[in-house]
């Protein structure tokens, strides 16, 4: 990394660590281009976080199995015969063939090289024609295993084998999402792009509501205005907004009973820091499993939450809905990629606090991540 740009992330961070959320200043260019500053967020940052991956409801009975390649690990997270959702490495322990591809049911996991054959588990099965010795036995050989903990209906996974739990870590934001019943939900309109932009530029258009008003107005304008969103105080390993639906909106369900009528009547977006974001509503909600794959190519899995019945009329209206909105944000994000190469760009200030304090809030979070890293430089 340049000196120059690493002083101006240093700098921009410091400045970022003093001020308030209605006082916030953008990053510099570098915060977001820079590929050796990725490179130390995806390890010091991605690398020992917990990550989502997807829904329960893609491996929802035991034999199921779904791969995810995370940040260039591939991974196979299986539903066990004994009820537990694991996530494994999906590389054989003989030559190194991915073990599973796509998504599936299988009694066993059988790697299509040499037919070594893993239990859902992890455990190596068979291997045909290999004798026992010293440095090898089917007894003690098996896919090596990450932390796995299903949230709210989400699978997540740590690369940081000595990582701890997640649960604890979210209470407060379980106290809050608790309401909706997420898990409850119906999974629908899965899906997975690759969006040519910074992943801290997705997720910062993501977790604001000053451009929702401006740039989704053939969208979400008639759905979620700007003028009627509420910063959410952080906390330590999440932060988010709200963002109240206009009274007179029509709604295909008021969500589940434990919902407080002011609850039903707003989505609370939240970002588990640094990339699993929910859009959480009464009656359907949205949610991003976001990770990097260089300074201006982020991947995301994304998919929509139904609570209730819903026709598959309706379903399939609101998944267009969501896809239209999205293309909005993807056009914008290439803009913003083009916009922060040029030599003329500056810092400039953000929005008050409950329009784009929550950009504030994520460079903080970052901040406080990435000290450790930075004291070594």
């Known amino acids: 990394m340049s000196r120059a740009g690493l002083e101006a992330i240093v700098r921009g961070l410091a400045d970022t660590a003093g001020r308030t959320a209605d006082t916030g200043r953008t990053m510099p260019a570098a915060f977001y281009t820079d590929p050796d500053w990725l490179e130390l967020e995806t390890e010091h940052l991605f690398r020992r976080e917990w990550l989502c991956v997807g829904r329960v409801e893609e491996i929802d009975r035991p034999g199921r199995y779904m791969t995810h390649t995370l940040l260039g690990e591939p991974l196979v997270i299986t539903h ?21 591809s796509g998504k599936g049911e299988a009694r066993r996991l059988l790697c299509p090289y040499h037919h070594w054959a893993y239990e859902l588990d992890g455990r190596l099965a068979a291997a045909p024609d290999m004798p026992e010795r010293p440095d090898f036995s089917i007894a003690t050989c098996r896919l090596p295993a990450f932390p796995c903990e299903t949230w709210q209906g989400f699978v997540f996974v740590n690369l940081d084998r000595d990582a701890p739990p997640l649960s604890p870590r979210l209470a407060d934001l379980e106290a809050r999402l608790r309401p909706y019943h997420m898990e409850e939900m119906r999974l629908a309109g899965l899906g997975e792009e690759v969006w040519e932009t910074n992943w801290k530029s997705l997720v910062e258009n993501y977790m604001e509501g000053y451009h929702i008003s401006p740039l989704h107005q053939a969208t979400l304008y008639n759905l979620n205005l700007t003028d009627l969103c509420r910063r959410i105080e952080p906390g330590e390993t999440w932060f988010g907004y709200e963002v109240y639906f206009p009274r007179d909106l029509p709604r295909v ?5 434990d919902l407080t009528p ?6 609370l977006m939240a970002m588990i820091v640094p990339s699993s974001g929910i859009g959480l509503a009464a009656d359907y909600s949205s949610f991003l499993c976001i990770q990097p794959e260089g300074p201006d190519r982020v991947r995301l899995k994304f998919g929509l939450l139904f609570w209730g019945d819903w026709s598959q009329e309706q379903i399939d ?38 329009l784009e304090g929550t950009i504030h809030d994520l460079a903080r979070h970052i901040g406080r991540r990435m000290a450790p890293a930075l004291a070594t430089l």
């Open 80 to 100: 066990g015969r004994d009820g537990h959702i694991r996530a494994l490495s999906n590389v054989c322990r003989h030559r190194g063939a991915l073990v599973a």
């Open 253 to 257: 369900t008021r969500g589940h009973p």
């Open 317 to 354: 209206r609101a998944i267009a809905l969501n896809e239209a909105t999205m293309a909005e944000d993807s056009m914008v994000l290439e803009s913003i990629r083009r916009g922060q190469r040029s030599a003329w760009h500056e810092t400039g200030p953000l929005a008050p606090g409950h």
């Open 262 to 267: 002011e609850q039903a009547d707003a989505c």
